[in-house]
């Protein structure tokens, strides 16, 4: 029999033993194609890790094996302590994930929306929490427009707002800007912040090497079925020696550490400027 003293303790006790996501060993082929071959990695709660790789690398398919769509070949995968294979409702009731296209339905509100998912998810007293939401990701003022009228930001907003219905632990984003404008993409990168901020652990995926540098706060790199690099950006850039130009000492950005990394062309990261001009 489980009191709830012992389920609190229980949860207490994975919090404190588990990290938020454990990757260890992570197998997966489709066919003779080789997807994942060995990949391990580790979440701290309430941090952001980056998951970055190249198309087709294997960033979705590794999302999709933490959040039990997929089964692996190999190898274990943990979020919030519990193990994909034997656990998998808890490990459903622990996470919350946004794919690349949004979830959000244009002939609603936004606060419709929110207001559906949160029956769905049988959500006490839904008003209360939607406000709480709509207020947290900007959206108050919007709020009883139609979705169809919402910019693409707005919409991604909106799209992580709903999978944040219920409080899960962990959050998985799977490329949460692709297609957004650079404004959008700040608005969204402002929402992900700050749910790392209240405690949420954030996975996420992208190809956008300057998202990982202003968000994460570990970036790993998934390059030919495994992670090749795994660190703060800081430690990723000592990876390579401090760029020099004339007089000025520069650090190569995260950009070229990928490039350098996954050997794709790291002779010319000393003279490239085009390649700086969002620094
Ligand atoms: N259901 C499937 N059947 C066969 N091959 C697949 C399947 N899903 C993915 N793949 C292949 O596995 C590889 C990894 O795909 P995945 O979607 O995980 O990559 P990704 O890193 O998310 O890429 P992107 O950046 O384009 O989203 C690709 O070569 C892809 O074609
Ligand atoms: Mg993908």
């Known amino acids: 029999m489980f009191t709830k003293k012992s389920v609190v303790d229980d949860d207490e006790r994975r919090r404190r033993e588990h990290p938020a996501i454990r990757v260890r060993g992570l197998e997966k082929s489709y066919g003779k194609v080789e997807v994942l071959r060995g990949v391990d990695f580790d979440v701290a709660r309430g941090s952001i890790f980056a998951l970055l790789g190249s198309n087709g690398s ?3 398919t590794t999302v999709r094996i933490l959040a039990t769509v997929l089964k692996a070949d190999a190898g274990t995968a943990g979020v919030n302590g519990f193990d994909v294979a034997t656990h998998p409702a808890d490990v459903r009731a622990s996470f919350s994930l946004t794919g690349q296209f949004t979830a959000v339905d244009d002939i609603l509100t936004g606060r419709e929306n929110l207001v559906l998912v949160a029956k769905l998810r049988r959500i006490k007293d839904p008003g209360t929490v939607v406000d709480g ?3 947290r990701f900007s959206l108050t003022d ?4 139609k979705v169809s009228t919402y910019s693409g930001g707005m919409r991604r ?9 219920g409080n899960p632990p962990v959050i998985f ?3 949460p800007t692709t297609g957004l404008d650079p404004e959008a993409r700040i608005e969204v990168w402002q929402a992900v912040k700050e749910l790392a901020a209240n405690g949420t652990t954030v996975l996420l995926t992208t190809q956008y090497l300057n998202e990982a540098e202003h968000l ?7 390059h030919q079925g495994r992670i090749i690099a795994n660190g703060t950006l800081a430690e990723l850039k000592r990876l390579l020696p401090p760029a020099k130009v004339e007089y000025v000492e520069k ?3 995260l950009e070229e550490v990928f490039l350098a990394i996954i050997g794709d062309d790291g002779t010319n990261h000393t003279t490239d400027t085009t390649t700086r ?3």
């Open 58 to 60: 294997g960033k979705t």
């Open 216 to 222: 994460a706060d570990r970036i790993a790199i998934l």
């Open 277 to 279: 001009e969002h620094e």
């Open 251 to 253: 650090q190569p950005t």
């Open 142 to 145: 919007a709020a009883t427009r």
């Open 133 to 135: 939401l709509l207020d």
């Open 173 to 175: 984003l799977d490329e």
């Open 157 to 165: 907003r909106l799209d992580i707002a709903m999978s944040l219905i």
